[in-house]
């Protein structure tokens, strides 16, 4: 019996451990196909920003009679840009645009951090059914609202000014405001509105001193939210202004045509490429902060 146990020891072939070599390139391998999908999403992503860049340098010629894809002649022609501010009127419509986006995103973060921290924080009767109704806002679709609005701003006189935007841009975001506020409360210690309130502190002095500095970071991200739902819309801008010394600049790009309707691409490229570069630089100035204020709304179970 022993001397078979050991040749069966004997005959069993031994296993050796994969060389280091070949791990790492077994490594490399299962890497590949993560970095030809991240490789075709930047390319999804970057050309057409690039694509957009360069013809915002291109004259009108070369878009009718060049290849689509063939680089300006003239990488320091800056006219585009120029007749975009002059003739396009350019900085009149982000300087409406701005007129109409910040105080309105100033309403919408106020009234729905508050409105938050009442419906969360605060304990009364009848909270949930208020939070029920500002949740069923959320489903109501924009569409629905603006031949409504429209009429009551003509008959308040409203009509030919930023009000009717400024309004209704912050009746429409402050469902979602509200929810997000209240999620990220529900996320905070209730120890700790507890023991302001053995201090003597008051519900306000907790808002202000407590509530709001507690939830910076969530105010942040939902502020970015809505300035970019703000700052893009189309369909309301161009419902609620009348004249063109009150359009926004989503609206004032439509405007961007020569004579007879011709489209005058170059302008209208450098126009846009005003509007997309500048929102991406505050997305990327803000991005860490967004990036907290998600973390910041994770609720543990």
């Known amino acids: 019996m022993t001397h078979t146990t050991t040749l069966d020891t004997v005959a069993r ?36 920003l690039f694509w957009l860049l360069t013809g915002s340098f291109k004259t009108q010629n070369e878009f009718l009679n060049n290849p689509t894809w063939a680089l300006p002649e003239d990488w320091t022609n800056l006219d585009n840009y120029i007749e975009a501010f002059t003739t396009g009127n350019l900085g009149t419509y982000i300087k409406n645009s701005v007129l109409a986006t910040l105080p309105a995103l100033f309403f919408t973060i106020v009234f729905g951090v508050a409105a938050g921290f009442a419906l969360e924080v605060m304990v009364w009767k009848g909270r949930g059914t208020v939070l029920l109704l500002f949740l069923a806002g959320i489903m109501v679709p924009g569409q629905m609202i603006l031949l409504p609005l429209f009429t009551i701003y003509f008959q308040t006189g409203l009509t030919g000014s930023l ?8 009746a429409i975001g402050l469902p979602l405001t509200v929810f997000m506020m209240a999620t990220f409360f529900r996320g ?30 969530a105010i942040f991200t939902v502020a970015l939210v809505q300035f970019f739902f703000i700052w893009n819309d189309l369909l309301i801008a161009l419902t609620f202004t009348n004249r063109d010394d009150l359009r926004t600049i989503q609206v004032g790009l439509l405007n961007f045509t020569g004579q007879f309707g011709q489209v005058q691409y170059g302008p209208t490229f450098a126009a846009v490429c005003v509007n997309v570069f500048g929102t991406l630089v505050i997305y990327l100035f803000l991005n860490q902060r967004v990036m907290k204020g998600m973390t910041a709304g994770a609720v543990k179970g």
Do not use: C, H
């Open 13 to 48: 072939p031994s296993v050796q451990a994969p060389a280091p070599e070949q791990r790492s390139r077994a490594r490399w391998l299962r890497r590949v196909p993560g970095w030809v999908v991240v490789t075709l999403l930047m390319i999804a992503v970057v050309y057409p």
């Open 163 to 170: 009000w009717p935007l400024i309004i209704t841009y912050t």
């Open 188 to 217: 905070v210690p209730r120890e700790i509105f507890e023991a302001a309130t053995l201090d003597g502190a008051s519900i306000y002095r907790q808002f202000w001193s407590i509530g709001f500095p507690m939830v910076k970071n």
